[in-house]
């Protein structure tokens, strides 16, 4: 038997699969019960570009609970932010398993209202 961990890192690997034949940017997810995390990957060259969660210091002063729909599009947003700095607007979104709903859907929302196209 499979627990619920190995189940949704199973899911994950046919986007993964998917994302590396477009060879793009991929725009990663990871959520837990009290905090969301994003990042932009490169696999090419694997090499994390930028990142964003709700662990960061100034993001941890606005929210009490960094495990909400709120923390999440303010991520979002973030990294959209932070993307566009870095001169990346086209990426892959990849969800890593998780359902799109709730806060993964409101991340990816925030992010394509803030210039990221996917």
């Given amino acids: 038997m499979l627990n619920l ?3 949704r890192i199973r899911r994950s690997l046919k986007t993964r699969i998917k994302i590396a034949e477009l060879d ?3 725009l990663s997810v990871h959520r837990t019960n009290s905090h969301i995390y994003a990042q932009l990957i ?6 994390v570009i930028t990142c964003a969660s709700t662990l960061e210091p ?11 729909i709120a923390a999440a599009a303010f991520i979002g947003k973030r990294i959209a932010e932070k993307g566009k700095d870095c001169g990346i607007s086209d990426i892959a979104f990849d969800r890593s398993g998780y359902r ?5 859907k409101a991340l ?9 196209k996917f």
């Fill in 5 to 7: 961990k190995e189940k």
């Fill in 100 to 104: 799109y709903h709730g806060r993964v």
């Fill in 58 to 68: 100034d993001v941890r002063k606005s929210f009490t609970s960094g495990g909400n």
């Fill in 108 to 116: 990816a929302e925030a992010a394509r209202e803030n210039g990221l």
């Fill in 24 to 26: 793009v940017i991929r």
């Fill in 42 to 47: 490169d696999d090419r060259n694997n090499k």
